[in-house]
């Protein structure tokens, strides 16, 4: 698995900081290159639109990889009680496609993977997918789609998954941050492009998602200043 590393960095003039900053405005809010390129323009750091694209798509997917490697890692010393998993369309160059997505009981971002079809074979790769990097948890939460009870029978997982209603509001709501972000791109153009997207923005997303109003002030306070130390440190020597 690619990772970050110190190098990324050595033909580059501007500083990695710079770099960064671009990289999670871009990412983790609703902002456009221009916007984006505003932003920085106000702060004294004069770079165009374009180049906030090139550090997006050069420097956003090692960005991702880092972060999910270190999430991986951590996952994997608890017990994985419970997942959520649910696809939406998403509208690529005028074509309907599915993004399906799997969060965990804490809805933190495990999985998302973009397909051209909602059927047995699509859910069949999505969870063997997640389950290669993840393991099996020990639920399953799905809504009642045919689809998930054929693949889930296939993979031998069936008595691990759960239907009801509003049981899988998780996951459901956790698609609504993505349907803002899509609003500012005005959608996407080619289903390649939305697969790297929706995968550093479900890594980057996830790490910064400190769900604030289940917490004190000053928990809070302390955990985004961890984050953020961690994301300072992507691509550090």
């Not at 910064?208 to 130390?229: C, G, I, P, Y």
Request: net charge positive.
């Amino acid at each position: 698995m690619p990772t970050t590393r110190p190098a990324s960095f050595k033909y580059f003039e501007t500083s990695p900081e710079i770099t960064r900053l671009a990289v999670i405005l871009y990412i983790r809010f609703p902002l456009s290159p221009h916007n984006v390129e505003d932003l920085l323009h106000e702060r004294g750091i004069v770079v165009s639109h374009e180049t906030v694209r090139y550090w997006w798509n050069r420097f956003g997917p090692m960005f991702a990889s880092e972060i999910r490697r270190k999430r991986v890692q951590q996952l994997h010393a608890f017990s994985k009680w419970k997942w959520h998993v649910d696809e939406v369309f998403v509208k690529v160059n005028g074509k309907r496609h599915y993004l399906w997505q799997a969060v965990d009981q804490e809805c933190e971002v495990l999985e998302a993977v973009v397909t051209k079809r909602r059927n047995k074979q699509a859910a069949l790769k999505f969870l063997k997918k997640l389950m290669k990097r993840h393991g099996c948890a020990e639920k399953i939460v799905t809504d009642r789609f045919a689809s998930y009870k054929a693949a889930l029978r296939e993979i031998g997982a069936l008595e691990k998954q759960r239907t009801g209603r509003w049981l899988n509001n998780r996951v459901e709501n956790s698609h609504l941050p993505f349907r803002r972000r899509e609003r500012a791109m005005q959608r996407f153009r080619r289903m390649r492009s939305l697969q790297k997207f929706v995968s550093v923005y479900s890594s980057v997303y996830s790490h910064f998602n400190q769900e604030r109003s289940l917490t004190s002030r000053d928990t809070f306070k302390l955990t985004r200043t961890a984050v953020l130390a961690e994301w300072r440190e992507l691509g550090a020597p």
